[in-house]
């Protein structure tokens, strides 16, 4: 006896990015900001003078990505409970990307699930972590392998946010620019590097070809089964360097710099990428003062590693690789040969 269940079914899950100065917010549902104690500390009191809701709660979780815990989501969930949310209720994350992915977690398993919003305040969650759904927590064997893809309902991108930015966490952001460019627009790369960031315009631009670029990506492959891997250019080295160094020694964006550098040479050595082009994109990152370089214990370890990545399989790690600026490539055959080589080139011991 078989009994069928038809889910057959397509959920319009599309939503809007606003960039420019945040409006007044209503919702006619109880609402949680979700927040940090340095985002809540410059600009709390003016988010909430922009909300109303039908009962509004500010849930502050410490700052840093070690934070970026189940511990964490689940201060979230009980200070839910304890205010008596319900399946209509509404979550607003207001921060950089751990905020984001921590507030998106929590939305998705509360009551099953619940809505949730974006409201970014660092440049690296303004271009990349607030857009697409991908959400999530670290543990001790690597970052984000726990999370769900859960959308937003709306991403409200305020570039004023960024004048109380500190300038390393800039530098965080530029990387993830960089990495939009040198995947998908080879006049975007040339464009970042003949304009600076550091002026209102040209930011507004940089972050709205970025947002464009990374929509068009998670239209076609929502859930990372194709083309969105491609956004993790530099993540599978830059992850194990965030979890060796346990996530206090650099920013997330430091970290994909890092690994967008170790990609770019191996890539080279698989004849994608010239000698010029490796140069142009180590250029660009150092005008930022984003790090280039980082001293590897033990390469073989460090290999090991790359299995924990979500895109790798048992046998097989797929790596992301520049094929020339402004074009990608994926492979899940190069030899391991040729990646110890490059990692050992990163080593202390050379």
Not at 103 to 129: C, E, H, K, N, Y
Not at 220 to 232: M, P, S, T, W, Y
Request: glycine content about 8%; some cysteine; hydrophobic content about 40%.
């Amino acid at each position: 006896m078989i009994v069928p269940i038809d889910l057959k079914k397509q959920e319009d899950l599309s939503y809007e990015i606003f960039i420019e100065d945040l409006k007044d917010l209503t919702y006619e549902r109880k609402v949680a900001i979700v927040t940090n104690p340095t985002v809540a500390g410059f600009h709390l009191e003016t988010v909430k003078n922009k909300i109303k809701a039908s009962e509004l709660i500010v849930i502050e979780l410490p700052d840093g990505e070690q934070y970026k815990t189940l511990d964490s989501v689940n201060e979230i969930l009980n200070q839910l409970l304890e205010n008596r949310f319900n399946r209509k209720s509404l979550l607003i994350a207001f921060g950089g990307g751990v905020i984001g992915d921590m507030t998106g977690f929590a939305a998705s398993i509360f009551q099953r699930g619940i809505d949730f919003v974006q409201i970014p305040t660092t440049l690296l969650s303004m271009v990349d972590a607030s857009v697409g759904g991908k959400t999530g927590v670290n543990n001790k064997y690597g970052k984000n392998l726990i999370g769900v893809f859960h959308q937003p309902k709306a991403v409200h991108i305020d570039i004023n946010f960024l004048k109380t930015l500190p300038s390393r966490e800039f530098g965080a952001g530029v990387a993830e620019l960089i990495k939009m460019a040198v995947m998908f627009d080879r006049d975007f790369f040339s464009w970042l590097e003949k304009n600076d960031l550091k002026e209102k315009e040209n930011l507004i631009y940089a972050v709205k070809r970025s947002v464009e670029l990374k929509a068009e990506v998670v239209s076609k492959d929502e859930k990372e089964q194709g083309i969105r891997a491609v956004l993790n250019y530099g993540h599978t080295f830059g992850h194990v360097v965030e979890n060796e160094t346990a996530y206090k020694e650099y920013l997330h964006g430091e970290a994909v710099g890092i690994g967008m550098c170790m990609a770019n040479i191996v890539g080279s050595k698989l004849g994608l990428f010239t000698k010029e082009e490796l140069k142009r994109v180590e250029n660009l990152l150092k005008k930022y003062d984003i790090p280039t370089s980082y001293q590897i214990q033990n390469p073989q370890k460090f290999y090991e590693a790359f299995f924990l990545d979500k895109k790798s399989t048992d046998s097989k790690i797929k790596f992301i690789f520049p094929n020339g600026i402004g074009d990608f490539l994926v492979r899940d055959d190069v030899e391991k040969e040729t990646i110890i080589k490059v990692l050992e080139n990163f080593s202390k011991e050379n």
